[in-house]
């Protein structure tokens, strides 16, 4: 296990590929593709039903990908101390709007297949200004880079509220989620 607080980073430039896949242009030779909104974006959009929205403490879920088009859960909110901020987790596979999306590396000026499309992912509200950040949990292939990655599959993600997030199982149709608070 690790702790948010001390070990996961985060970027809080919106619209960067870092942090919202929709910020990164996809499909090599198609400039105008874009990774699909978050889930979270979708919600206040209004795109989700309420069935596939849960705000929860703890429990045991499945994930739907955010991109197939179902009735399934897409996103998952986790309250946080501050009224009406949450965590929130999506499941993103790479299909439809999510296939094929390139983004440009924040350390270099190229642009590279987006491997990272592939797994649970974990947002937070931003505690005081409007706007949400994508956290990158360990481990980290360069610690002094923010890489955006997935939740680490059977790897407990402690985040400082006393939530503990475990993400049990993937496949293509969807993910596994254990939420537990201590």
Known sequence: P?????????????????????????????????????????EKTGWLLP??????????????????????VKL??????????????????????????IYPSFYTNEFKLDPS????????????????S???PPPYPDPTKFERGPIPLNQPVVLPEGYTITVTSVSPTGAQVSIRQS
């Not at 069935?51 to 399934?72: E, K, S």
């Not at 986790?78 to 965590?87: E, L």
């Open 134 to 136: 994508l956290l990158d």
């Open 117 to 132: 499309l592939n797994g649970v992912f974990i947002y937070r509200d931003n505690p005081i200004f409007p706007g949400f």
């Open 51 to 72: 069935n596939q929205v849960i705000v929860t403490r703890g429990g045991d879920y499945t994930l739907t990908p955010l991109a197939m088009n179902d009735d399934g």
């Open 76 to 101: 998952i909110k986790i309250p946080t101390p501050t009224p009406g901020k949450f965590y929130y987790l999506e499941f993103r596979q790479p299909i439809g709007y999510d296939r094929d999306v």
């Open 2 to 42: 690790f702790s948010s607080a001390q070990n996961c980073q985060g970027n809080e430039r919106y619209g960067w590929a870092l942090v919202d896949p929709m910020g990164a242009r996809g499909g090599f030779g198609n400039n105008d593709a874009f990774g699909h909104y978050t889930a979270e974006a979708k």
